[in-house]
């Protein structure tokens, strides 16, 4: 399985199969991401100051991992979205992709990674976890009992 970074020129080349992601987890997410609009996707494709990794294996797309460099003197990345297909999860992916982004954001200078997800992203949470993120901040109940926005940062 191949990790390639995609910058301006390649996400334009790869969108039609990027977009595919968003709508694998549209469900996932509420209220689902389709009924926000397409202006921060837009934005993510047409800068370099966002990034996405594609794991790709046999011209298959199996996962991407998304993220916003913020240049110094801030040094503080945010990480967007990390999707592995269905089909695919659970074989290490999400880790290897993840590894990659931290690994290229210490690259640019990046001092703090952080990321927003929800309680319930159980897989997610390990995976940041096992990979030193700390918890910082919690909104409790923030989508529905039990259901807690979580804020992660990552000294790297
Ligand atoms: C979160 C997500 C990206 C994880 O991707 P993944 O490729 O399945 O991640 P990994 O395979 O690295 O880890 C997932 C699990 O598989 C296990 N695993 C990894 N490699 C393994 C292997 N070779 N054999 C058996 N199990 C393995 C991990 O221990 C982990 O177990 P856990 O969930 O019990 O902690 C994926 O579930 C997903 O796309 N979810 C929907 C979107 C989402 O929630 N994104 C994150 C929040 S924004």
Redo the contacts with the bound molecule.
């Keep these: 399985m191949k990790l390639k970074i995609l910058l301006k020129k390649q996400k334009n080349a790869y969108w039609a199969e990027i977009k595919k992601f968003w709508e694998i987890?549209d469900n996932?997410f509420v209220p689902p991401l389709s009924t926000r609009g397409d202006s921060v996707k837009l934005k993510i494709r047409d800068t370099d100051k966002s990034e996405i990794i594609v794991a790709e294996e046999n011209n298959i797309l199996k996962?991407i991992v998304v993220y916003w460099i913020y240049y110094p003197p801030v040094k503080t990345a945010y990480l967007h979205?990390?999707?592995?297909k269905p089909e695919?999860?659970?074989?290490?992916?999400?880790?290897?992709l993840m590894k990659k982004a931290i690994s290229r954001l210490k690259g640019h200078g990046v001092k703090i990674i952080k990321?927003v997800?929800y309680s319930t992203?159980?897989?997610?949470l390990?995976?940041y976890y096992s990979l030193g993120f700390k918890l910082y901040y919690t909104k409790r109940n923030l989508k529905g009992p039990g259901i807690h926005k979580v804020y992660l940062k990552l000294n790297v």
């Design positions: 987890i996932e996962g979205w990390l999707i592995v695919f999860r659970g074989r290490g992916i999400g880790t290897k990321l997800t992203k159980v897989s997610a390990n995976i």
